[in-house]
């Protein structure tokens, strides 16, 4: 017999499915890891194994986060990078980077998930790119099912040196024939295709600057044989646009196209660059886009066009990035930069649709956070939204705190985003509450957090 969660009297479900519909007095029961009802509270059962009075909380799904550089939180305020763009912040950090051991990438990727449950995250997508000394992309997976995360681990990969007039230096890539391998070898060993899988694998060569065409086709050719998805950087700044022309003499969105890699089952990265006819690419193709708009605005990269996107058809999810160009990692909060973010963007853009302040409204940001990601990650089948069959994956803020006060009151998903960016009261992931109350349930986070600072010491330490 399945254990049974009851979330009962709600003040608010807003539960993000086609009709957007937010319930008020309303419960939802959970049976092991699905959703099996939802509506108002006095047709729903009153008991069950567990029951989680939810008189003072607003219920939304679990938020999805569809990119994000894990290790990074080794790398947060360092100087000398503090006020850099994309490319001489990345020269930087290479080298320190350089020095990663599997222990740093273990602990950094829980307390990356940490602060990522705390925000009402329960899935997430990180892109490791490096790897040096022994570290494997099983480090990253390992932490996340330490932590209860549902995570889409994507095995990232460099292979063009500066000798090869790619921008890292030599000492951080790999052989090609080493990197398809050992992407192989992870697929087969973690990934599951499964409804409500746990772990999934995706094949991530980095970026433009940092890969061969050679190793952009043969990732799109393995990740195809397994059926499993494509994710890299694209068209993130100025920088990123002018290399492409000058190495390939195309857009980014044309180099994309001539390698295989637009459709259904490829996300990019940022693309705050993307052209019309980019967009037009990317909606016809079902490609999709995670957009991070803090790690934008941190590195001076721009300001995606995402309302253009979004009104092309183009699948959008919202990413917090690296954890050293945020540096953060609140998924709620994001939502709320990304709504900001648009209503400046459309008051910089004279030339652009009429929109006004409902460039991006709150249900819009809320969307991308929550069904945009699911769709991104290939998972709008089964998370996104709270609906029966669908994973119990919630996320649950009090509306009696401070941060909510006077906001709550009017409207409580409105607030969510509006006022000051609140810490989840629960987080359930797969029907399993890993954040109680406000506390981590499955890490004890305060040790975890020292053994990290200490080892984000020993790393900056060992590059001077």
Known sequence: MQPTLLIRNAACVATMDDARRELADASILVRGNLIEAIGPAAELPTTADRVIDARRHVVIPGLVNTHHHMVQ???????????????????????????LRPEMVRISTQVAMAELLLSGCTTASDHLYIYPNGVRLDDSIEGAQ?????????????????????????????????ILAETRRLIEAWHDAG??????????PCSPFSVSRDLMR???????????????????????????????????????????WLGEDVWHAHCVKLDAHGIGLFAGSGTGVAHCPCSNMRLASGIAPIRRMLDAGVPVGLGVDGSASNDAGHLLNEARQAMLLARVGRALDPFGCDHGP????????????????????????????????????????????????????HDPVGALLLCASPQADYTIVNGRAVVVEGRLATVELQPLVERHNALARQLAEAAR
């Open 73 to 99: 939180s080794l790398t947060r305020a360092i100087p000398g990078v503090q006020d850099a763009e994309l490319f001489s912040w990345l020269r930087g950090l290479y080298p320190i980077w350089a020095g």
């Open 146 to 178: 330490a932590i209860g995360m549902r995570f889409t681990a994507s095995r990232g990969s460099m292979s063009v040196g500066a000798s090869a007039g790619g921008l890292p230096p030599d000492e951080v890539v790999e052989q090609e024939a080493t």
């Open 195 to 204: 409804h409500g899988s746990m772990l999934q694998v995706a094949v991530a």
């Open 218 to 260: 043969e990732s799109a050719h393995l990740a195809r044989s397994y059926g499993v998805r494509l994710h890299t950087h694209l068209a993130e700044n100025d920088h990123d646009i002018a290399y492409t022309r000058e190495k390939f003499n195309c857009t980014p969105a044309e180099y994309a196209q001539d390698l295989g």
């Open 358 to 409: 409902g460039e991006m409204t709150v249900r819009d940001a809320l969307a991308l956070a929550t069904r945009g990601g699911a769709r991104v990650l290939g998972r709008a089948h089964d998370i996104g939204q709270i609906r029966p069959g669908y994973c119990a994956d919630l996320a649950l803020f009090r509306t009696d705190t401070l941060a909510m006060a006077g906001g709550a009151v």
